[in-house]
């Protein structure tokens, strides 16, 4: 075997290892990456069922239902909450952790001022999607190592 080869075998069996050696951080970055996509489907799912929601809040404020103006707001806000970390997270932005945050406790407000009108099947879908995001993105957070010890 000539130098040529000799280098070249060595080459190959050297960037072979280092594709070995380099595989769990593809699968922890896998897993990482559909964790991050749960996250904002669920974020996504929510801020969907929020802005539905805040039309209807705004229909019964219309009716005279006064009761139902907070929850116009908390619903639009949430809303927005949800949007911003559904974007973030779908590319694995460096500040998903933040916008997580934020957003599971927008989520948990929202969640529970709309649990507080009983019986209306609207306001009781949005209070669920509510809990489900909050905890995509607490579960998010501690996957990723950042978790606060503010998930009460």
């Known amino acids: 075997m000539n130098r040529r080869h000799l280098i070249a075998v060595c080459t190959l069996a050297t ?21 991050f996509m749960e996250c904002a489907k669920a974020c996504d799912d929510c801020a969907r069922m929020c ?8 229909q019964m404020v219309a009716d005279g239902k006064k009761e139902h103006l907070e929850t116009v707001k908390t619903c639009q806000d949430c809303a927005t ?9 779908a590319r694995g932005g460096v500040f998903s952790d933040l916008i ?9 407000r929202c969640g ?14 949005c209070a669920e999607e509510c809990r489900k995001c909050e ?8 996957h990723v190592g950042h978790d606060h010890h503010e998930a009460k």
Do not use: N, W, Y
């Not at 951080?25 to 990482?32: E, L, T, V």
């Not at 649990?115 to 099947?121: L, P, Q, R, S």
């Open 15 to 35: 960037v072979g290892l280092l594709a070995l050696a380099d595989e769990p951080k593809k699968d922890a970055h896998h897993g990482h990456a559909a964790h």
């Open 51 to 58: 802005d539905a929601c805040g039309a209807h809040c705004v």
């Open 81 to 89: 909450f949800c949007s911003a970390a559904s974007c973030i997270t």
């Open 100 to 108: 997580c945050k934020a957003c599971a406790d927008a989520c948990k």
């Open 112 to 125: 529970d001022a709309c649990a507080k009108h009983k019986g209306d099947e609207m306001m009781a879908k």
């Open 135 to 142: 905890k995509a993105c607490r579960d998010m957070l501690k």
